[in-house]
């Protein structure tokens, strides 16, 4: 399970955790003294952009903040953010750099490709405007697609699945899905992909991590398994199926209404409460989900006077914030360098797959004025 999923899944079953709106994150009282950005348009996503360019080490990278290691995951998913929101191109074009040098051990291990990673690469490099199929060169191994497209299995049980035992997911599944139409290869193996992914959809619109055949039940969501439909796996599983023109045997609206909590978050797993507590992560999976649903503003997702996007934008550090964490965003109180890899896409309404655009060079502020 990626490590967004596992992180949430874990602090959720932790009943002390800090409330949504711990620590200084922008809140309804001083949020309109803390989003004034510059140069560029007032937005949380601006902030946040800004913020995750300035966090990029010298060559490009991103440095995990756990490990403290580069890391290609990370550098990837800030390609995508700065790309959704029009900013950072040096930035973008550093990172891309990065990653066409030291990808080759992110996406295989032991000469096995992973079909997630290869997914989240492609979506990076198409959003960047790279070519994935000749991704830092012209051999077998730079041609991204080619090599994501081997990954899945033509016929058999499990006919459509990209990946091979444990790689089999529906999370990474769909992240396949994602890179495929990221670059308009929608042929028999998306539709054979697109199919299986739609076999594993449960008939409360959600789809589980772990289950890997239509014929294994569903579990019933619970904040206490780690196996049960969770929002993180239907939010990209929802992106796939529309972005590969699939379709749902069950609406996913239905499964998200009942995971919302009562704040305007979302958790992890399908069900409101629960000892579960919202998070930044789901909660910005969520909105992308929406957003492709064309449902994101609908009556419905406002609980308690707040809508997702409102409650994502309360997880963010404002003018109270030291300067180094303004823009960023808290996970449980404590800022977190993924939790604002993961919210600046959603908080610019931008589903996945990310379209490439004309960036600017600005790496916006808040407008705090002198800290």
Avoid at 140 to 145: E, G, K, P, Q, Y
Wanted: net charge negative; hydrophobic share 40%.
């Amino acid at each position: 399970m990626p490590s967004s999923v596992v992180r949430a899944a874990r602090a959720c079953l932790v009943a002390v955790l800090v409330c949504l709106t711990a620590g200084v994150p922008i809140g309804a009282a001083d949020a309109a003294n803390s989003v004034s950005l510059t140069p560029v348009a007032s937005d949380a996503a601006a902030a946040g952009a800004g913020w995750i360019a300035r966090d990029m080490s010298p060559t490009g990278a991103i440095v995990d903040a756990e490990s403290h290691q580069a890391s290609a995951g990370d550098t990837a998913n800030a390609v995508l953010a700065l790309v959704a929101a029009g900013v950072g191109a040096n930035q973008v074009k550093a990172a891309t750099g990065w990653l066409e040098h030291n990808y080759a051990s992110y996406v295989s291990s032991k000469g096995v490709d992973s079909p997630g990673r290869l997914g989240l690469l492609i979506l990076a490099a198409a959003a960047a405007g790279a070519d994935p199929a000749h991704f830092g060169g012209n051999s077998h191994a730079n041609n991204l697609v080619a090599r994501l497209e081997a990954t899945e299995q033509p016929t058999g049980a499990l006919a459509g699945a990209f990946g091979i035992g444990p790689e089999v997911d529906a999370f990474d599944q769909s992240l396949a899905l994602l890179a495929l139409a990221a670059t308009k290869n929608l042929g028999k193996q998306a539709r054979l992909g697109e199919t299986y992914l739609a076999s594993l959809q449960c008939t409360d619109g959600g789809w589980e991590y772990s289950r890997t055949t239509k014929s294994t039940p569903c579990a019933t969501p619970n904040p206490k398994n780690y196996s049960s439909p969770d929002t993180n796996t239907t939010a990209l599983a929802v992106m796939a199926t529309i972005a590969t023109a699939g379709h749902f045997a069950h609406s996913p609206v239905t499964f998200f209404q009942a995971s919302q909590e009562a704040n305007g978050s979302f958790g992890v797993y399908g069900v409101a409460g629960e000892g579960q507590s919202g998070d930044p992560d789901s909660t910005a999976y969520v909105i992308q989900a929406l957003t492709a649903l064309h449902v994101i503003d609908a009556p419905q997702f406002v609980k308690g006077g707040t809508s997702p996007q409102e409650a994502l934008g309360r997880f963010q550090y404002g003018c109270k914030a030291p300067v180094s964490e303004r823009g960023e965003y808290s996970y449980f109180g404590s800022p977190s360098q993924l939790a604002t890899l993961q919210a600046v896409p959603a908080a610019a309404g931008d589903p996945f797959p990310i379209a490439p655009r004309k960036l600017s060079v600005a790496e916006p502020r808040l407008g705090c004025g002198a800290p």
